[in-house]
């Protein structure tokens, strides 16, 4: 695991103005270095060639290799450990909630810093004027930050938006262009005039390249303040802390792929969700090439442990909060792999057995149908002792029953739900409840696909409870998830 910087750091995205950004660079290092008897932070300053297009802050104009661009540079951050973003940049921040829903470092939001500016240092004003590009006007970003009960907002007209402020910008000798005197600043200046002749009492900058020039403006005599300025010092009193991001929940798929599908089903089916958006976030690495379990714990096959720790290492780095692995017979190698991660891996035996305590609280005896890799590794027995329950396997004969039924070839693994694998599924879990067994474990993840879960099951005159740990392990995942929600 990559060790964490012991310096707060911060990821500056740049290249989507070239100028602006360098601009905010060197506010954000000149705020830093105002503040005493705190470690000064690092930097790390980023751009590569993005072509912005001829109109980018059209109101038309597509944004999605904008936010593409964005995106891969703020993981490229993340990956370098970074506490916080800053995107000195308005249109990057119509999207900044879609961005930050899918990172874990927190990104300075700009649109905060300036209406905290504006609260704090200019209570009395109630009317803003407000120089953006068509793009983001259109998005209605400044109006989604500034509430309409406390401020008005105006815009230039727009014969005034067009002819002076967007090419002022934009133009062949506008401010992206590198051009920071002369008609570039004129047709600024005519803007902001348009703006206090609407009645602004405050003019807020809506492009990080108003600041290159914003004091040329100022001693114009118009009501202007430098927002990347305003942007640099809310960044660095601010050190953001990790905003909230979706719970996702790792799957290590494959084992066998069937018993994924059905384990995600049960996640879908236990979360209770209105619209989509509600439902939880799974990523899965189906890995069927995964060794098979039983045959190396029964026999000569070949090790899983690093196929299976791989996995859960790509899960990992797809930034999932836990793992779960719908597999009852690879948990014999989840204390090999645990203390290797970052994340937990949620103990589908563990989980089963709670559930067994907390639904049956009179001494119990349970019964188990699994592979013989399951049974003959101990790691269900393990967990039934530690709580002082007793655990009852197939006699030999039944035992190979429940294999048929899983690796026969007309078994579960072959894609049979129906037939010879369910009748010796049955014969075997009869031979339990015979036997005794009060509560039966389905420990094979295929199994739930021939027989469901039951809480009064009659086989052999007797009425049983069929448990099967994938759901529970779902509802544990799901219940997880929305307990850190909370």
């Known amino acids: 695991m990559t060790e964490k910087r012991s310096r707060y750091c911060y990821g500056i995205v740049g290249g989507l103005g070239t100028l602006s950004a360098a601009d905010v660079f060197f506010k954000l290092v000149r705020a830093v270095a105002a503040t005493s008897g705190a470690q000064q932070p690092e930097f790390i300053f980023e751009q590569h060639p993005f072509r912005e297009g001829d109109s980018p802050g059209a109101r038309s104009a597509s944004q999605s290799g904008r936010q593409l661009y964005v995106y891969d540079l703020i993981r490229s951050f993340e990956s370098r450990q970074v506490d916080a973003i800053i995107l000195p940049c308005f249109i990057s921040h119509v999207f900044l909630d879609e961005l930050q829903a899918e990172v874990r470092v927190p990104i300075v939001n700009f649109m905060e810093a300036l209406v905290e500016y504006i609260r704090r240092r200019h209570p009395a004003v109630r009317k803003l004027g407000v120089l953006t590009s068509d793009y983001v006007r259109g998005q209605r ?9 406390r401020w008005e907002l105006v815009y230039p007209r727009d014969d005034v938006q067009r002819a002076c402020l967007m090419a002022a910008i934009y133009g062949a000798e506008g401010i992206k262009a590198g051009y920071l005197q002369g008609a570039s600043v004129d047709l ?4 902001c005039s348009d703006l206090s002749a609407q009645g602004a009492e405050l003019i807020v900058p809506g492009f990080a390249e108003i600041a290159l020039v914003v004091e040329a403006l100022a001693e114009r005599g118009l009501p202007i303040f430098d927002a990347n300025q305003v942007y640099a010092r809310y960044a660095v009193a601010q050190h953001a802390s990790a905003a909230p991001r979706p ?26 969700a209105l619209r989509d958006q509600e439902h939880v976030k799974l990523v899965v690495e189906q890995n069927p090439q995964i060794p098979d379990r039983t045959e190396y714990l029964i026999g000569d096959g070949a090790d899983p442990t690093i196929a299976l720790y791989s996995t859960c290492k790509k899960l990992e780095a797809d930034d999932a909060d836990l793992i779960a692995i719908p597999c009852n017979t690879a948990h014999a190698f989840i204390e090999r792999i645990a203390p290797h991660l970052s994340i937990p891996v949620v103990n589908m035996l563990f989980e089963t057995v709670e559930h067994i305590k907390k639904t049956f609280p009179e001494p119990t005896l349970i019964g188990l149908l699994a592979t013989d890799g399951t049974v003959k590794s101990g790691v269900y027995h393990d967990v039934v ?3 002082g329950l007793t655990l009852l396997v197939p006699d030999p004969q039944n035992q190979a029953l429940v294999m048929d039924a899983i690796y026969g070839e007309q078994g579960v693994k072959a ?8 009748d010796d599924l049955l014969h075997a879990l009869a031979s339990l409840v015979e036997r005794g067994a009060e509560v039966i474990i389905l420990g094979c993840t295929e199994l739930p696909l021939l027989i469901a879960q039951n809480d009064a099951f009659a086989v052999a005159g007797k009425v049983v409870a069929i448990l099967d740990p994938t759901e529970i392990l779902a509802r544990k995942c799901v219940s997880l998830c929305q307990r850190t929600a909370v």
């Open 141 to 149: 970003l400044f109006e989604r930050y500034f509430a309409a009960d």
């Open 415 to 422: 894609g049979f739900t129906a037939g010879p694998c369910v």
């Open 247 to 272: 719970f996702k929940i790792g799957v290590v798929g494959g084992v066998g792929p069937a018993a994924t599908v059905d384990f995600m089903s049960k996640i879908v089916r236990n979360t209770h």
């Open 188 to 191: 600024l200046a005519k803007a």
């Open 385 to 387: 002792a530690k709580v």
